[in-house]
């Protein structure tokens, strides 16, 4: 070994004992709302901002439920007693005549 290994080698030991004698430091019970406050703050709310409703629901999802609402509504304005959509209910006498009269 050279004089240079061994003096570096004598420096890390001593850095090594200068660390291991120092105790653990824990952090802080509030460092992580700290932490995400300063980032709040520094960057304007962009990484956490209030997130709308369409981004903590997948598309897919809302697309699926909105086709289903708007079958379901179809249906029940198709089937309603008025006849508003798709098909005209016939109104039977009440003569008995046979005759077909308009609504």
Do not use: C
Request: charged share 25%; net charge neutral.
């Amino acid at each position: 070994m050279s004089d240079e290994e061994v003096d570096d080698e004598k420096e890390a030991e001593e850095v090594r004992k200068a660390l291991s004698g120092l105790q653990k430091a824990r952090a802080p019970d509030t460092f992580s709302q700290d932490v995400t406050a300063t980032i709040h703050k520094r960057s304007a709310g962009r990484f956490f901002g209030r997130r709308t409703f369409g981004d903590r629901v997948p598309f897919g999802a809302l697309a699926i439920a909105a086709v289903l609402g708007l079958a379901v509504i179809g249906y029940l304005m198709w089937s309603s007693q008025t006849g508003s959509l798709g098909r005209t209910h016939e109104v039977a006498p009440k003569d008995g005549s046979g005759l077909k009269l308009a609504p």
